[in-house]
């Protein structure tokens, strides 16, 4: 399994060499607004609705539907890693994006960690994701063609996929991995895994969908005049959640998923994650990962209602 973990790793940092192209341009950073140390969010007054509305609109909507998919998420402690601009900018990046997963609750590793989330800036990122399906096509785990081509042809300038897997909701062993056991078959052997659960719960499931690893591709003309926080930001929102890609709607104006949208008039790209934003992947992370998606964004909605009715108090 830690074999497999390894040549993963060094797929991913292989891209780099595929898919960055000679190009005139060169992105150019302004200074950080805040302190790398700190996560600053912007609030806005929110419906429940609305709220909702969030959910449903940025979250992948699962195989199986709502109620019979499930939301995938990392299981293990990310560890982000940059490549494609400088030492310095990488840095800052590397070390925002593990700023904003501590913020949210979820579990990071240590620096000196085995990457399992990749952002990458190339030039042309059409070609850089046709590159990959032509000569690092196991960076797509077990993602059809259809899906493939999809991220491909999606526009830019930023692409995004993950590889999910499923796995055990009680022992986190992964479906096709050397965790699993093969069946046993009376006179015969068969290759079909077994994850072994002693859930019995007409609301629980066995399994679990879970993020192994998440790969983010941005333009590199897309980046000038950004900062570095807007970069990471938004770089963390793709990276950790599944995102749902849609040709029609847009993401909020005060969503950092909103950075490479054409803002609406009067309405300023925005500068670092929102409060929403954090409130999203905070209740992902803390919500059950063995239930079904519809209960799944329950437990968020009601975790959202819970956050913005301690903060009116405060």
């Known amino acids: 399994m830690e074999m497999k973990q390894n040549m993963l790793a060094a797929l991913g940092c292989?891209?780099?060499?595929?898919?960055?192209?000679?190009?005139?341009?060169?992105?150019?950073?302004?200074?950080?607004?805040?302190?790398?140390?700190?996560?600053?969010?912007?609030?806005?007054?929110?419906?429940?609705?609305?709220?909702?509305?969030?959910?449903?609109t940025t979250i992948a909507t699962p195989k199986g539907g709502r109620y019979d998919g499930q939301y995938a998420r990392f299981a293990q402690a990310v560890c982000p890693k940059v490549v494609g601009l400088s030492a310095e900018n990488k840095r800052q990046v590397e070390k925002r994006m593990r700023g904003v997963a501590k913020a949210a609750d979820m579990p990071v590793a240590k620096e000196d960690c085995k990457p399992n989330v990749f952002v990458m800036v190339v030039s042309d990122g059409n070609e850089a994701v046709s590159m990959v399906r032509k000569k690092r096509s196991r960076l797509f785990g077990n993602m059809p063609q259809y899906e493939r081509e999809r991220i491909a042809k999606s526009g830019g300038p930023a692409y995004a996929w993950k590889r999910i897997q499923a796995s055990s909701a009680e022992t986190g062993a992964l479906q096709n991995s050397d965790d699993t056991e093969p069946l046993p078959v009376v006179g015969a052997t068969t290759e079909v895994p077994v994850m072994r659960s002693n859930v019995k719960s007409r609301i629980k499931r066995t399994i679990k969908q879970t993020m192994t690893h998440s790969f983010v591709l941005l333009e590199k003309d897309a980046l000038v005049d950004l900062t570095t926080i807007q970069i990471a930001d938004y770089a963390a929102m793709r990276s950790y959640i599944d995102t749902r890609d849609s040709q029609t709607d847009?993401?909020?104006?005060?969503?950092?998923?909103?950075?490479?949208?054409?803002?609406?008039?009067?309405?300023?790209?925005?500068?670092?994650?929102?409060?929403?934003?954090?409130?999203?992947?905070?209740?992902?992370?803390?919500?059950?990962?063995?239930?079904?998606?519809?209960?799944?964004?329950?437990?968020?909605?009601?975790?959202?209602?819970?956050?913005?009715?301690?903060?009116?108090h405060d």
């Open 14 to 56: 292989t891209i780099l060499g595929l898919a960055l192209l000679p190009s005139p341009a060169i992105a150019t950073f302004t200074d950080p607004r805040s302190s790398d140390e700190d996560i600053v969010v912007t609030g806005n007054k929110t419906t429940k609705a609305e709220i909702a509305d969030f959910i449903r």
């Open 250 to 312: 847009q993401a909020p104006g005060y969503s950092i998923l909103a950075l490479f949208d054409s803002p609406q008039t009067n309405q300023k790209i925005p500068n670092s994650i929102s409060e929403m934003d954090l409130m999203l992947l905070s209740s992902l992370y803390n919500s059950p990962s063995d239930v079904s998606a519809s209960k799944q964004s329950a437990a968020m909605l009601h975790r959202f209602e819970k956050e913005l009715t301690s903060r009116k």
